[in-house]
Nanobody
């Protein structure tokens, strides 16, 4: 299994930027994809962005396209989420996840980091 630890959350004004990082350890050689999800108060967890570990191809949910960028550093076993032009509706706990068995099944999760965007 892969262990994931997120960092970089915080409080920012609308229009500002934050960069989240996720450090992976353990069986990182088996990672197929990594992704970011988020969960706002009273809402279900939702997908934000993903990246394939080998080729680096990316995919985003529509609401963050053009504002967020996911990237990975294979040598350092880290994945990042650069968030620009933040909006109050981006406020949520952000989770890093890894898929190690099937690309569509995220089997390892971090503890989450809070992002709060004030208006």
């Amino acid at each position: 299994q892969v262990q994931l630890v997120e960092s970089g959350g915080g409080l920012v004004q609308a229009g500002g930027s934050l960069r989240l990082s996720c450090a992976a350890s353990g069986r990182t050689f088996s990672t197929l994809r990594m992704a970011w999800f988020r969960q706002a108060p009273g809402k279900e967890r939702e997908f934000v962005a993903r990246i394939t570990w080998s080729g680096g191809s990316t995919y985003y949910t529509d609401s963050v396209k053009g504002r967020f960028t996911i990237s990975r550093d294979v040598a350092k076993n880290t994945v990042s989420l650069q968030m620009n032009s933040l909006k109050p509706e981006d406020t949520a706990v952000y989770y890093c996840a890894a898929a190690t068995i099937r690309a569509t099944l995220y089997d390892s999760w971090g503890q989450g980091t809070q992002v709060t965007v004030s208006s």
